[in-house]
C-alpha cells in the first residue's frame, strides 16, 4: 500500500478518471451537450450524411439547385395509334362545247366552273375536230379566269380531218374572290371550223398548291 502511494500523482490520477468517463459513456454524454449550430460541414466527414439518412419529403428542389443528374436516355417508341378519320375535301365539276372556235388570243370560253376562293388541284379534258375538210389544230388554257387571271396550263393539239383528237391538261390554281376556273380554246392551222365536241373540267380542293403557276 505504501509503494502504491508512493507512485500516485496528479497527472495519473486525472488520467485514470478521464479514462474512466470516456469508457462509460462520457462521449455520448459531452454529443448530447453540444450547442445549438455547432456542428457544421467541417465537422462532418466525407460521405457522412447518405440518403438513407435524410428524411423523405425534408428536401425541395432549391436544395438540388447546381446538381446536374445524370443524362436521361431516350425510351423505346410506344407502339403507333389507329389511324385518324379521312380528311375531307370539296369536288366540282363542269362540262361544255364550243365550235367552231375563235382564232384570236384568248378564243372561245368552252368551260366556266365556279368555285369558292382557295387553292385547287384542275384536270380538264378536251375532244375536238374539225369540220370543213381541213387539218387544223386547237389551243386550249386552263386557267383561273376573271380579274387578275395568270395561265395555269397551256396546251396545243393537231387535228387531221375527219378524225377527232384528244388532250388532258392539268393545273393547281388559286383561286382568288371574283375568279372562277376557265376552260378558253382557240383554233389555229388552215381549218377555219375547229370545234371543242366535248369538255370536262373536275376541280378538287386542296390545302396547298406548289409548283403550279396560277
Known sequence: MKRLR??????????????????????????????????????????????????????????????AGPPIGIGIAGPAGPPGPPGTSN???????AGPLSSSL????VVN?????????????VEANTSDGNNGGVNCRLINAGIGAS??????????????ENMTLTAGLNVAAGQTIGLQCNREGPSAAVNVVQANVVAVEVSEISGFAG
Not at 91 to 97: L, N
Open 91 to 97: 369536288g366540282y365539276q363542269a362540262s361544255g362545247s
Open 151 to 164: 395561265f395555269g396550263t397551256i396546251r396545243f393539239q393537231s387535228i387531221r380531218y375527219p378524225d377527232a
Open 106 to 109: 384568248f378564243g372561245t370560253q
Open 6 to 67: 508512493g507512485k500516485l500523482t496528479y497527472a495519473n490520477v486525472m488520467v485514470t478518471i478521464l479514462a474512466f468517463v470516456v469508457l462509460c459513456g462520457g462521449a455520448a454524454v459531452a454529443a448530447g451537450q453540444l450547442g445549438k449550430n455547432t456542428v457544421g460541414t467541417k465537422q462532418l466527414k466525407k460521405n457522412a450524411v447518405t440518403g438513407a439518412k435524410v428524411k423523405d419529403r425534408s428536401l425541395s428542389s432549391k436544395d438540388f439547385k447546381g446538381f
Open 113 to 125: 366552273l365556279a368555285v369558292p376562293p382557295g387553292p385547287y388541284f384542275a384536270i380538264a379534258t
